[in-house]
């Protein structure tokens, strides 16, 4: 049996201010930072040996994994980032406060943007730049749904995890909502209409036990 932790970072300065984030690099707050300690405190109990260690290219998911692993005393761990594990592009949305959307778009629209696989946001005009995706030949989405999200994370999954897990290593991600929400959908069969019902909470690992083809043997949120 191999493990996989899923885990969301802890709470950023979007995530304090109650607006949509995606893209944006938005830092961890005092709280998310004591949240990321306390993780790594849990994960510690359990006595699971971390081989490797995964983020997207955001800081706030990057912050995370490194309080954990300095709490886990795994701080030489090389850490692998890809704008694949990186939140999904809430296009127009962000920066927006999520009451003052609802209040501008109907709070049923709002809520299909966040929860619907495949409703797409509002787009941007004209494509964002960062200076981390020039570098890797990576072209910053305008917007994007759920489902297009998952179609740019599974290729980590088969190239990265799967080889990874199927080799017995047990692997740590940090990630965001929305693309862990997607990964989740993958790996339970989460029917597309049922999205709303993964609740995935700031700074709490998700601890799945798998077999030799991947298939979930346990599941476990440790308090």
Known sequence: MVK??????????ANMKNTFTGWTDASLTNKGQRQAYEAGLTLKQTGIQIDDVHTSMLKRTIMTALI?????????????????LNERHYGALAGLDKDTAR????????????????DVPPTLTKQEHQQAYDRIGVAIPLAESLVMT?????PYWNINFAP?????RNE?????GSSL?????????VPDDQLDQIKIPNGKP????????LRIVDKQIPS
């Open 4 to 13: 996989l932790i899923l885990m969301r970072h802890g709470e950023s300065t």
């Open 68 to 84: 954990v692993c300095d709490v886990l005393n795994i701080n030489w761990m090389p850490i692998f980032k890809t704008w694949r």
């Open 103 to 118: 209040q501008l778009y109907g709070h049923k629209q709002v809520e299909r943007w966040r929860r619907g696989f495949i």
């Open 150 to 154: 998952q179609e740019r994370l599974l």
């Open 164 to 168: 990874r897990l199927q080799l017995g």
């Open 172 to 176: 740590f991600v940090v990630a965001h």
């Open 181 to 189: 929400r997607v990964l989740i959908k993958y790996l339970e069969h």
């Open 206 to 213: 998700i601890i799945y036990t798998l077999d030799e083809r």
